[in-house]
């Protein structure tokens, strides 16, 4: 029986290549998708969400203030592809591939925008994902995913970026 479930959560991202470090980008994620089982015990999942990705760095000043120096914000719709298995009744495993088409992006320095032109992003990404279930009632349910861009996600081939994302995940089953 395919069931429907929405899709909320937090996304803690950071982009290798930026000279960043840490996951301090938070991201909100929203969505959908759908399960069809093969088994009692493994289902194919599919689901198309919003997520925002990007990278902060922040400097705290001598009098407490704390300065943004660098943000990137990147705005994608992704449709994880999922070989989900159940190896519990209160947990499975999930992997599959999450093609990503980034919708919006936005760099900003110090106190200003960074002109797109120079820093230009491709359209698409891939990324390989990894997520752990937990299932908290019949109807809820959370994940802790992983994921990591297969390809740089500049235009520039003088400096590859890579998204790379830690998420925590919450589902609601409609049906």
């Known amino acids: 029986m395919q069931q429907h479930k929405d899709i909320l959560g937090v996304c803690g991202s950071q982009v290798d290549g930026d000279q960043q470090s840490k996951y301090k980008k938070p991201g909100l994620i929203v969505g959908a998708f759908v399960s069809m089982p093969f088994s009692e ?3 194919l999942k599919i689901e198309t969400y919003y997520v925002g990705k990007g990278a902060v760095l922040n400097e705290e000043q001598a009098d407490g203030y704390v ?3 660098f943000k990137t914000s990147f705005h994608y719709i992704e449709m994880p592809f999922l070989y989900n298995l159940k190896l519990h009744p209160k947990f499975d495993i999930a ?3 999450a093609p990503s088409y980034l919708i919006a992006h936005k760099l900003t320095g110090e106190y200003f925008s960074i002109d797109k032109n ?3 992003m491709k359209n698409f990404d891939f990324q390989p994902m990894g997520q752990i279930d937990f299932y908290l009632t019949d109807k809820i349910s959370s994940s802790l995913r992983y994921s990591y861009s297969m390809f740089d996600i500049r235009k520039d081939p003088m400096v590859a970026w ?3 994302n830690l998420s925590i995940v919450f589902r609601y089953k409609i049906k």
């Open 67 to 69: 300065l943004t120096v």
């Open 41 to 43: 015990r493994s289902a």
């Open 118 to 120: 120079l820093y230009s």
């Open 95 to 97: 992997l599959g591939i």
């Open 162 to 164: 890579y998204n790379n």
